[in-house]
Each structure stands twice: as structure tokens, then as C-alpha cells.
């Protein structure tokens, strides 16, 4: 094993004090100074650029949209300024755009009517439903991005939670047989991805063998690996319209932010039953839950940087407390410092026009 750090730099501030290089240096200074000036290499701005170890491009950002009914409908959310609800002739527009930006996917997300949501989820496995329709509108209109959809169910039923209710609980195996029936429809609409965000024990592996058996063999799963039971969904939340609905909290399925062992378990399951990529939620309270995982597996890693996200750091620039590009860019790149593959963000497009702009 490597020896730690400081032994290291003392190892050489001898060697340099024995060949008589800083012979002078005072027995006081930090080891390795002045040999070493840690901001040489920061002096100026080719140099910065030349030693720099991690870059966010266009390629690594994935954009989150919501889509509603309607025709050329545009909604705001409240509690994210800047995102909007879109029906799908401008979410196909919304696709175009990020094409246009170099933005390599978008991941989709209903609001779906609330007379439609109901205790068993139907509305879920309905081929005709809305994201089904979204993605099969993107699909023949702007061919050229991946889609994502979200295997959950939270967006069907009337109490908002991700599986199906039985009693007091919600019940795992019941559930992942609607989730697949959901997946099911979503591939066959077109979608490339399905990113089950459920947390359902073992719906990884059910997802995958109905794929396989019904011809879809190459259909990506991006799992929701570490998805924490956290308080930065709620923007979603109204986003998708399930807040009100939603009673308790999801404790009992989504991972306690305490714990970071159990992550890796997590992690182990999901690849082991057939997840393609694996993903980390919410991002920047969970940096070292990306780095672990990026580490330990070296599967392609993703992280959401989810509503809250964007909503804490909108309101702070908003009110110009922070300088918004700077503070965004920071945040992303910083994904990225922590392992992270790709980024999925509400922010995705207002990054791609700041990479394009400085390119
Ligand atoms: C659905 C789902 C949620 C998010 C993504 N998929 C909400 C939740 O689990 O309650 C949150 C995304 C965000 O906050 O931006 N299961």
C-alpha cells in the first residue's frame, strides 16, 4: 500500500535539504516548501486549463422534463423557477433543442391527470398514457436522444407512493409486478432507458427477464441505486403533482441518508441482477456515495442532482446572493470530480448554453 501523504513530502524535503537545493529553507517551513509552490502550476489561465483534472461537457448532462396533457401547454413550477410542465408537441421541441445543445438524453416525467390515478396504478401500464405517447412523439421527431423513463409508480396512484398499498405497507412483490407491466409499455413505446426509481426489492432482476423474454434485449437499465428517502424531492413532487397525495413518507423503501455501507449492497444487487448503469440520489449531500460506488464497481455512475437541488441553489440566485453560472458550474463539475459519468439536471440546458458559449 501507499504510505500516507506527509511522509512522502518529508522523504523529498530531505532529499532536497541533503543535495543542498533548500539548504536554506528554515527548519519551520511546511514540508517541501519553497520547492514546492503549490500555485505555480494556478498562475495563469493556459496553465489552469493544461493541469486541469476534470471537465463537464455536454456529453455527461442529462435533462429531466416534465410533461403534461394538452396542446402547445406550458406550465410553471412553482417551486422550481425556470422549469416548466410541457405538453408533448413542446417537449418534442424541448428535445430538438437539447439535440441542437449536443445534450445526449432526457429523462421524462408525468403529470398525469389526477382523475386517472388510482390505487392500483393502472394508469401506469396503459400503452396509451402520457409518457408513453411523449416518448413515442420524441421518438419519430428527434430520433437522435436518448429517453429515459421512470419506473415508479408514484405518478399513478391516489396516495402517491412509489408501490402498491396493501394495509398499512407498501408491498414489494405486488408492486414489481406493475412495475413491470409499466417498463413493458415504455419499451414498447420506444424509450431506450428505464431508470426504475422505485426501490422495490429485486426489481431489477424482474425488469430485466421480462425484457429479455419479450425481445427487448437491449434495452438499458439505468437503476436507481442509492435513492435516499430525502427531504429534496418535494419540488418534484408538486412538479408531478403528488405531493398532496402523497400520505407518509417513503422511509420504507428509499435508503435512510444515514448509511453508506448499505449503498454498496445496494449497488452489488442492481448490477447483479442486470443494471447497465447505476445512479446516486440525490447528488450534492451524496458525493461520497458516487465516489464509493464509482470506486468499488466501475460501472457507469450516474447522480441526480434532484429538484430541491435546484431549487435551493435558484432561489439563492434568484435573489443574487449567488453568481448563478459560476455556482452551477461548480456543482457540476464537482459531480464529476466525485466519479460521476453523467448528471441528470434541471440545469442541463442552461450548462450546455454556458459549455457552448465558452467554447
Ligand atoms: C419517483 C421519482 C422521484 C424523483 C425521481 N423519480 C420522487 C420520489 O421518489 O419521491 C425525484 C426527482 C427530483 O426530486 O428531482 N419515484
Known amino acids: 500500500m501507499s504510505s500516507p501523504k506527509q511522509p512522502v513530502l518529508l522523504r523529498a524535503e530531505r532529499t532536497l535539504r541533503e543535495t543542498g537545493v533548500n539548504a536554506d529553507a528554515p527548519e519551520t517551513s511546511a514540508p517541501g516548501f519553497p520547492a514546492t509552490r503549490m500555485r505555480r502550476n494556478r498562475k495563469q489561465d493556459w496553465s489552469r486549463r493544461l493541469v486541469g483534472e476534470n471537465r463537464l461537457a455536454c456529453d455527461d448532462l442529462i435533462w429531466p422534463l416534465f410533461v403534461i396533457d394538452g396542446d402547445n401547454k406550458r406550465e410553471s413550477v412553482e417551486s422550481m423557477p425556470g422549469v416548466d410542465r410541457l405538453s408533448i408537441d413542446l417537449a418534442v421541441g424541448a428535445a430538438k433543442e437539447a439535440i441542437d445543445l449536443g445534450i445526449p438524453a432526457i429523462a421524462l416525467f408525468p403529470n398525469t391527470d389526477a382523475g386517472l390515478r388510482d390505487d392500483l396504478a393502472s394508469e401506469a401500464f396503459n400503452p396509451e398514457n402520457l409518457i408513453c405517447r411523449a416518448v413515442r412523439a420524441i421518438k419519430s421527431e428527434a430520433p437522435g436522444i436518448g429517453v429515459i423513463c421512470d419506473v415508479a409508480l408514484d405518478p399513478y396512484t391516489s396516495h402517491g407512493h412509489d408501490g402498491l398499498l396493501v394495509g398499512d405497507r407498501i408491498d414489494n412483490d405486488s408492486s414489481l409486478e406493475v412495475l413491470v407491466r409499466q417498463a413493458l409499455v415504455q419499451v414498447e413505446a420506444g424509450t431506450d432507458i428505464v431508470a426504475p426509481s422505485d426501490m422495490m426489492d429485486g426489481r431489477v432482476g424482474v425488469i430485466r427477464s421480462a425484457l429479455e423474454q419479450a425481445g427487448h434485449k437491449d434495452t438499458q437499465i439505468m437503476a436507481y441505486t442509492a435513492k435516499y428517502a430525502s ?129
Do not use: C
Open 231 to 359: 427531504a429534496f424531492y418535494g419540488p418534484f413532487r408538486d412538479a408531478v403533482g403528488s405531493s398532496s397525495n402523497l400520505k407518509g413518507d417513503k422511509r420504507t423503501y428509499q435508503m435512510d441518508p444515514a448509511n453508506g455501507e448499505e449503498a454498496l449492497r445496494e449497488a452489488e444487487l442492481d448490477i447483479a441482477e442486470g443494471a447497465d448503469m447505476i445512479m446516486v440520489k440525490p447528488g450534492m449531500p451524496y458525493l461520497d456515495i458516487v465516489h464509493r460506488l464509482r470506486d468499488a464497481f466501475a460501472m457507469p455512475t450516474f447522480v441526480y442532482q434532484v429538484s430541491g437541488e435546484y431549487s435551493m441553489l435558484s432561489a439563492a440566485f434568484d435573489n443574487g446572493w449567488l453568481e448563478r453560472d459560476r455556482a452551477m458550474m461548480e456543482v457540476l463539475t464537482g459531480f464529476k470530480r466525485a466519479g460521476a459519468d453523467g448528471i441528470l439536471t434541471y440545469f442541463a440546458r442552461d450548462a450546455a448554453q454556458y459549455l457552448a458559449q465558452q467554447s
